[in-house]
T-cell receptor, first 115, second 114 residues
Framework: EPEVTQTPSHQVTQMGQEVILRCVPISNHLYFYWYRQILGQKVEFLVSFYNNEISEKSEIFDDQFSVERPDGSNFTLKIRSTKLEDSAMYFC?????????????FGSGTQLSVL | AQSVSQHNHHVILSEAASLELGCNYSYGGTVNLFWYVQYPGQHLQLLLKYFSGDPLVKGIKGFEAEFIKSKFSFNLRKPSVQWSDTAEYFCAVNAQSNTGKLIFGQGTTLQVKP
């Protein structure tokens, strides 16, 4: 079964540093998403992306965050200047169609630790 | 604003015990409802979903869930759990926004003792 892959599985960074989290969606998918889960809290929607632009973003997704699909394969989430509160598990997801949630495929997540 | 509440944060059961995990949501309109499972070290997987029709839905691995509209609930059940069901379980709602945006509950960690 095709999978969404995320690298690295665990990333440690210093506060104030930039990080890029990488995701390889399923190859024929067109809609891409980032979610995150702070330890002990809910999985939260961050952003959805289609046709090389953001479709929707949450309040969490401020100017420190950006997404791009640099090469038609990867889908990246960049945090420009990390804060301690950015420590979380970040999940990438993709879908082939404009999904109502049914056909989302999630990656295994990247655990980001900001020190 | 839409929200999802899971009442059990950590559940410990012995094998063969019955399971029921509660999920309530707050949204006045039509919703699509999901239960996801995350096994240790793995990605989120869809267990089952409800869109319309029969409010009792069956998913993979013997799980089922019942949508009770009047109670805004979508509780997950399994008559007899196995050690391999040890995982984290997430309830989620999509308000038919066609954006793939899911609102998740905080998750329930299920530990099944052999």
């Amino acid at each position: 079964e095709p999978e969404v892959t995320q690298t690295p599985s665990h990333q440690v960074t210093q506060m104030g540093q930039e990080v890029i989290l990488r995701c390889v969606p399923i190859s024929n998918h067109l809609y891409f998403y980032w979610y995150r889960q702070i330890l002990g809290q809910k999985v939260e929607f961050l952003v959805s992306f289609y046709n090389n632009e953001i479709s929707e973003k949450s309040e969490i997704f401020d100017d420190q965050f950006s997404v791009e699909r640099p090469d038609g394969s990867n889908f990246t989430l960049k945090i420009r200047s990390t804060k301690l509160e950015d420590s979380a598990m970040y999940f990438c997801a993709s879908s082939k169609d404009r999904s109502n949630g049914e056909k989302l495929f999630f990656g295994s997540g990247t655990q980001l630790s900001v020190l | 604003a839409q929200s999802v509440s899971q009442h059990n944060h950590h559940v410990i059961l012995s094998e063969a015990a019955s399971l029921e995990l509660g999920c309530n949501y707050s949204y006045g309109g039509t919703v699509n409802l999901f239960w996801y499972v995350q096994y240790p070290g793995q990605h989120l997987q869809l267990l089952l979903k409800y869109f319309s029709g029969d409010p009792l839905v069956k998913g993979i691995k013997g799980f089922e869930a019942e949508f009770i509209k009047s109670k805004f609930s979508f509780n997950l059940r399994k008559p007899s759990v196995q050690w391999s069901d040890t995982a984290e379980y997430f309830c989620a709602v999509n308000a038919q926004s066609n954006t793939g945006k899911l609102i998740f509950g905080q998750g329930t960690t299920l530990q099944v003792k052999p």
